[in-house]
């Protein structure tokens, strides 16, 4: 396995100043308010329905989040000012060279193996065909036949009462293909599902209509940093962010007080209205699967 010392200077790409200051820009544009956001509620034991879940689901810290790093293989030209406005450049994990800074070392072997995992997912994702017939039905299938003390979002009221939220379940076919959002169904919602995805399945059932599959981009390319770098790490944020703002809105919530317009996908229009967005946020997901599917190949074969 070549490590930077290995490498010859001609494989190490340089980014100018201008260049990686833009993107430095470019990733506090998309990162530091939801970031910032969640660490301020946090010091005050303060909860938010929707944005939480990015920082406590992902396990990616926000300051982590808010660090701008260059890929493996890229050295940024770096001055004395550079250092002492972003101090993390001065970790461990880089090598400092005479105006130039750049990450050292190489991934373990246990990161080329889980990236093996991420390019293996991300191409048989995009091979598969996207299915759209789901509804973001699963975040009712959480709630059905729940008490209100068993539903999980406590403090936030449900737009359907008990029996209409479980007739609207019953009424509509169940086709969850994401292992980690169909193991929070109710016990009495399983069965209803047409598949039983669990964590052996997943390289064989995702696929690129999925919501979660598309905000799972996020965890796969956080778990990659600091060898993919953070312009993507950035970019899978984003596109989070969006898919669980629809997520919510089609949700059987009622966040309307926090500026949330419900996506009522119990009446056909809501249902046309959710699809449209799901089908938009699966295209902007094809590209960054693919970049993310390059990237961890790229680490695996380090």
């Not at 299915?131 to 009221?157: D, K």
């Not at 008990?162 to 069965?191: K, M, W």
């Not at 996908?265 to 946020?281: F, K, M, P, V």
Request: glycine share 6%; aromatic share 10%.
């Amino acid at each position: 396995m070549l490590g930077f010392s290995m490498l010859t200077q001609a494989a190490i790409q340089l980014w100018t100043r201008p260049e990686w200051r833009a993107r430095l820009a470019a990733h506090r544009n998309r990162v530091e308010q939801r970031a910032l956001a969640f660490v301020e509620r946090r010091s005050r034991a303060a909860r938010h329905p929707v944005d939480d879940f990015l920082f406590t689901y992902y396990n990616f810290s926000p300051a982590k989040l808010r660090e701008w790093t260059p890929p493996w293989g890229v050295e940024i030209e770096c001055g004395p000012g550079d250092l002492e406005e972003l101090p993390w450049l001065r970790a461990p994990r880089f090598e400092m060279l005479e105006g130039r800074v750049r990450l050292g070392g190489q991934p373990s072997e246990a990161q080329r193996g889980l990236a093996r995992w991420v390019a293996d997912l991300c191409a048989r994702v995009t091979a598969r065909p996207a299915r759209f017939a789901c509804h973001g039905l699963h975040e009712w299938a959480m709630v059905y036949r729940q008490t209100r003390e068993q539903v999980r979002h406590q403090g936030w009221e449900l737009r359907l009462g008990p029996e209409e939220l479980a007739d609207l379940v019953e009424s509509r076919n169940l086709c969850c293909t994401h292992y980690d959002a169909f193991r929070f169904f109710t016990p009495e919602a399983r069965p209803r599902n047409s598949l039983q995805p669990v964590l052996e399945t997943r390289l064989d059932l995702e696929q690129a209509g999925c919501l979660h599959a598309n905000m799972d981009l996020y965890k796969w390319s956080a778990k990659l940093w600091p060898w993919i770098g953070s312009d993507l790490v950035g970019e899978c944020f984003e596109l989070a962010c969006a898919a669980r703002d629809l997520d919510m809105r089609a949700s059987p919530y009622d966040l309307r007080h926090l500026g949330y317009a419900p996506v009522c996908i119990e009446t056909a229009e809501g249902r046309a209205e959710y699809e449209t967005a799901q089908r938009e946020l699966a295209a902007l997901a094809v590209p960054l699967r693919e970049r993310l599917r390059f990237a961890a190949e790229r680490v695996a074969t380090s």
